[in-house]
């Protein structure tokens, strides 16, 4: 049980706080024998306690958000625990004090308050939304049935991890070139309506002619001067017009559909999803869970929503008496090899290690690709700056040569 106390310490000095205790009677034998007056005692909840335990409201860890590397952490521990012998509940109790953050003891707490009050631990995850995602729930609802709990959030945790990792890959790829690409554009505009307007101003005064890739300039600097605020607004609405777009199923649909055809990225993205695909499908096959219902549950993974929705299609697909190879076959958006594959892993009965191997060749090759990327965005990159800023140079150096020619 869990109780408040007010107690005056041996020093005579008055203390608060909360304390769990087997009973009322032990925590006032305790203090008792540590030379304390109780003052007073009462039971509390263990909400109520819990809460106790955390920073206070307006303390600053309270904004630090669950991230997936907090779950996964999380799920292994949890799986290292019951493979120790402890119970769930007691787990669960257990990583809620270990939580690295509050929001992340608050989750787990309230997990745990669930599974006490009866609920399984894969139906209490679904209920906390998009923090746990259908694949990691259904993964543990499999280890409920089969007593192997401990092993399936190993496997989920191993997702987490893999989908981290594709990730961090690609921003890392995309992250150097797109803040090179913002500095050069933005000292650009610096100069072109701070520093060249300034400079027109003191030629003008001695009676220079300005080059004309310098008026050029100029005449860009009053327009932006003129339009830039309906610019920025114009902007801010087509970001508008693409969030409404993308909060809509069809708008997300087509539009991800659209990003698959998109030059050097698209095929990425193509080749990204059928990794996501095979990889998900095989261990939720290796976990003895339904084809049909495989597919439903890796078809949330999927960021692509047109990758997914295909996915959906393959799933009715295989319901209606179709193969898995032949339904995947139809489906352009992923890679042939996911189909040409699965048609050997039928033929063999060995779908998942079948599966497992298109994931890891796909996964290996996504690597190979994004390093590359990375590689041949650099250069690019670097090009484009060079010309946005080399260009506000020279006309910035031609009006100086003509003071200079002027006197």
Same mark, same amino acid.
């Given at each position: 049980? =869990?109780?408040?106390?007010?107690?005056?310490?041996?020093?005579?000095?008055?203390?608060?706080?909360? !304390?769990?205790?087997?009973?009322?009677?032990?925590?006032?034998?305790?203090?008792?024998?540590?030379?304390?007056?109780?003052?007073?005692? *009462?039971?509390?909840?263990?909400?109520?306690? %819990?809460?106790?335990?955390?920073? #206070? #409201?307006?303390?600053?860890?309270? +904004?630090?958000?669950?991230?997936?590397?907090? /779950?996964?952490?999380?799920?292994?521990?949890?799986?290292? +625990?019951?493979?120790?012998?402890?119970?769930?509940?007691?787990?669960?109790?257990?990583?809620?004090?270990?939580?690295?953050? #509050?929001?992340?003891?608050?989750?787990?707490?309230?997990?745990?308050?669930?599974?006490?009050?009866?609920?399984?631990?894969?139906?209490?995850?679904?209920?906390?939304?998009?923090?746990?995602?259908? =694949?990691?729930?259904?993964?543990?609802?499999?280890?409920?049935?089969?007593?192997?709990?401990?092993?399936?959030?190993?496997?989920?945790?191993?997702?987490?991890?893999?989908?981290?990792? !594709?990730?961090?890959?690609?921003?890392?790829?995309?992250? =150097?070139?797109?803040?090179?690409?913002?500095?050069?554009?933005?000292?650009?505009?610096?100069?072109?309506?701070?520093?060249?307007?300034? $400079?027109?101003?003191?030629?003008?005064?001695?009676?220079?002619?300005?080059?004309?890739?310098?008026?050029?300039?100029?005449?860009?600097?009053?327009?932006?001067?003129?339009?830039?605020?309906?610019?920025?607004?114009?902007?801010?609405? @087509?970001?508008?017009?693409?969030? /409404?777009?993308?909060?809509?199923?069809?708008?997300?649909?087509?539009?991800?559909?659209?990003?698959?055809?998109?030059?050097?990225?698209?095929?990425?993205?193509?080749?990204?999803?059928?990794?996501?695909?095979?990889?998900?499908?095989?261990?939720?096959?290796?976990?003895?869970?339904?084809? #049909?219902?495989?597919?439903?549950?890796?078809?949330?993974?999927? *960021?692509?929503?047109?990758?997914?929705?295909? $996915?959906?299609?393959?799933?009715?697909?295989?319901?209606?008496?179709?193969?898995?190879?032949?339904? !995947?076959?139809?489906?352009?958006?992923?890679?042939?090899?996911?189909?040409?594959?699965?048609?050997?892993?039928?033929?063999?009965?060995?779908?998942?290690?079948?599966?497992?191997?298109?994931?890891?060749?796909?996964?290996?090759?996504?690597?190979?690709? /994004?390093?590359? !990327?990375?590689?041949?965005?650099?250069?690019?990159?670097?090009?484009?700056?060079? %010309?946005?800023?080399?260009?506000? =140079?020279?006309?910035?150096?031609?009006? @100086? %040569? *003509? /003071?200079?020619?002027?006197?």
């Amino acid at each position: 049980m =869990y109780v408040r106390y007010t107690i005056k310490n041996s020093h005579g000095k008055t203390e608060c706080g909360t !304390l769990e205790t087997a009973s009322e009677t032990d925590a006032i034998r305790s203090f008792r024998n540590n030379g304390a007056i109780v003052l007073h005692l *009462s039971p509390i909840s263990e909400n109520e306690f %819990f809460r106790g335990q955390l920073p #206070p #409201p307006w303390h600053p860890a309270w +904004m630090l958000r669950i991230r997936s590397l907090d /779950i996964e952490i999380a799920l292994r521990q949890l799986a290292s +625990m019951l493979r120790s012998g402890i119970s769930i509940l007691t787990a669960i109790q257990m990583v809620a004090k270990q939580a690295r953050i #509050p929001r992340a003891a608050l989750l787990w707490h309230r997990i745990g308050h669930a599974v006490a009050k009866g609920k399984t631990f894969s139906e209490t995850i679904r209920s906390e939304g998009t923090l746990f995602s259908g =694949y990691v729930a259904e993964l543990c609802a499999i280890g409920e049935q089969t007593g192997e709990l401990d092993s399936t959030m190993e496997r989920a945790a191993d997702h987490l991890a893999s989908m981290r990792e !594709l990730k961090s890959s690609i921003l890392n790829a995309v992250l =150097y070139p797109a803040l090179a690409l913002a500095a050069a554009l933005g000292l650009s505009v610096y100069l072109i309506l701070v520093v060249l307007p300034k $400079l027109e101003a003191f030629l003008s005064a001695g009676g220079a002619q300005l080059p004309a890739l310098t008026r050029s300039l100029l005449q860009l600097s009053a327009w932006l001067h003129d339009n830039g605020v309906w610019l920025l607004f114009a902007a801010f609405l @087509l970001w508008i017009c693409w969030r /409404i777009v993308r909060n809509t199923m069809s708008g997300r649909v087509n539009t991800d559909a659209v990003l698959l055809k998109i030059p050097v990225f698209g095929p990425v993205f193509r080749l990204s999803g059928t990794a996501v695909a095979a990889r998900g499908i095989a261990v939720l096959v290796e976990s003895a869970i339904p084809l #049909p219902e495989a597919l439903l549950s890796t078809s949330h993974l999927l *960021s692509n929503r047109f990758q997914a929705k295909q $996915l959906d299609e393959v799933r009715l697909e295989v319901l209606h008496g179709e193969s898995l190879s032949k339904a !995947l076959a139809s489906k352009k958006s992923f890679l042939p090899l996911l189909g040409n594959m699965s048609a050997v892993a039928e033929s063999s009965g060995t779908l998942f290690s079948t599966l497992a191997e298109v994931a890891s060749f796909h996964e290996k090759e996504l690597a190979h690709r /994004i390093k590359r !990327l990375s590689v041949l965005l650099e250069p690019i990159v670097i090009g484009i700056s060079a %010309f946005f800023v080399g260009f506000v =140079y020279l006309a910035f150096f031609l009006a @100086l %040569f *003509s /003071i200079a020619d002027l006197a």
